[in-house]
Structures are given as C-alpha cells and as structure tokens.
C-alpha cells in the first residue's frame, strides 16, 4: 500500500530564506509524485509533479523538487522565498491511474 | 465552466440530516476523485470514478457515504444520517488522462451541528 510521510508539520523561516519541505513515500510499485498548495480558503494547486524523465523538476512560482528513488523522497525546495508563500503544501503519490495519496500536509510560515 | 466546480461552498447541517453535496468537473474529464480534509489534515481519498464506473470506494467510512456519477459528468456525494464526525472540507478532483494533473475544486465545508 501507499503511504506519504511529510516529516515536518510546520515550517517557519524569514523572506528570501530558502526552504526545503521533505516528503518520503512508500510504494511498491513505479509512481508518480505530486506537490499540491493550499492557499487559505481555497482548493489545492498543483505546483510540481515528476512522471519520467529527469528527477529534478521544475515547478510554479520558483519551487523545484528531486526525486530521488533510492531515499524513496521527493523533497521541494525554493532558493528564496516571498511572504506570499505562506501556506500548507502536500506532498501526494499516485501508482499511474490510481487515486491521490496525500500526506497530512506542512504550513509554511514565511515571516518577514 | 474553466475548472471543477462544488457547491454548496458551505453546508451546515443538524446531526441526522441527510445532506447533498455536488461536483461539476472540467468537461471531458474522465477521472473523478472525492477527498474528506478534516482539519489541519491532509485530504483523505473517499471514492473514484472512471466516467460513470465507480472504480474505487475503499475510502468510504461507512455505508452512510454514498457517490454516484450516472452520466459520467457531475458527481453526488450523500450522507446519511449526519454526525459531528463528518464535519470536514469534501473536495472534489478531476483529471484527463493517465498521470496528467488532477484539478481540485474549491471544496464544500460541512459543519454538523
């Protein structure tokens, strides 16, 4: 079965601080691996996500992620970060036309 | 219209109440998901469908949840017999083809009272 651990549920850190937010899933199989926003009081963005292909991804806003098989992680990262990235990001595995399994999500404070 | 659309936003209901909560996903989107968030959680899978195959409803918490999509467009989620627990965002996904991104709707906040 598949399972996503988000390790940290809160992160606070200052503008144009850069910010990692660690993702591990579990899998048996190949997957495919989503970085969703939730600004609030509104539905989930996505912002990133990885099918094939080269394991660093490049997504909106200035975030990036890496997909690394052998940790079984799937970290995103922003080299600087704005106050208007404040908000709670999931991290959510998917095995091809199955649903979305979410991690329980990490807030992102940026303060300035 | 451009993306999933839920309604109501906002659902209060008395413990017992049946309530009715409906997605509009994005025309021509095979795939359908419902998710329960409760709060300060991550979105918990209910149910999927396939046009108007319910493929999967392992998510369901009891028989009092129940989806349908019977012409492989709108979807209804209903609950039963209402309970404090169900209180949560229910959001609604919709997705074209295999891997390509789900798009979420803005979610219906249900507060059972």
């Known amino acids: 079965a598949q399972s996503v651990t988000q390790l940290d549920s809160q992160v606070p850190v200052f503008e144009e601080a850069p910010v990692e937010l660690r993702c591990n899933y579990s899998?048996?199989?190949?997957?495919?691996l989503f970085w969703y926003v939730q600004y609030p009081n509104q539905g989930l963005q996505l912002l990133l996500k990885?099918?094939?292909?080269?394991?660093l991804v490049k997504g909106i806003n200035g975030f990036e992620a890496e997909f690394n098989k052998s940790q079984t992680s799937f970290h995103l990262r922003k080299p600087s970060v704005h106050i208007s990235d404040t908000a709670e990001y999931f991290c959510?595995?998917?095995?091809?036309?199955?649903?979305?399994?979410f991690g329980k999500g990490t807030k992102l404070s940026v303060k300035p | 219209g451009a993306g999933v659309s839920q309604s109501p936003r906002y659902k209060v209901a008395k413990r017992g109440q049946d309530v009715a909560l409906r997605c509009d996903p994005i025309?021509?989107?095979?795939?359908l998901f419902w998710y329960q968030q409760a709060l300060g959680q991550g979105p918990e899978f209910l149910t999927y469908?396939?046009?108007?195959?319910?493929?999967?409803k392992s998510g369901l918490p009891s028989d009092r949840f129940f989806a349908e999509r019977p012409e492989g467009s709108v979807s209804t989620l209903k609950i039963q017999r209402t309970q404090q627990e169900d209180s949560a965002v229910y959001l609604c996904?919709?997705?074209?083809?295999?891997?390509?991104?789900?798009?979420f709707g803005q979610g219906t906040r249900l507060t059972v009272v």
């Open positions: 996904a919709s997705r074209g083809e295999q891997g390509a991104k789900a798009f």
């Open positions: 990885y099918l094939s292909g080269s394991t």
């Open positions: 899998s048996s199989v190949s997957v495919y």
């Open positions: 959510a595995v998917s095995e091809g036309q199955g649903n979305l399994i």
């Open positions: 469908f396939q046009n108007e195959a319910q493929l999967d």
């Open positions: 025309s021509g989107h095979v795939s």
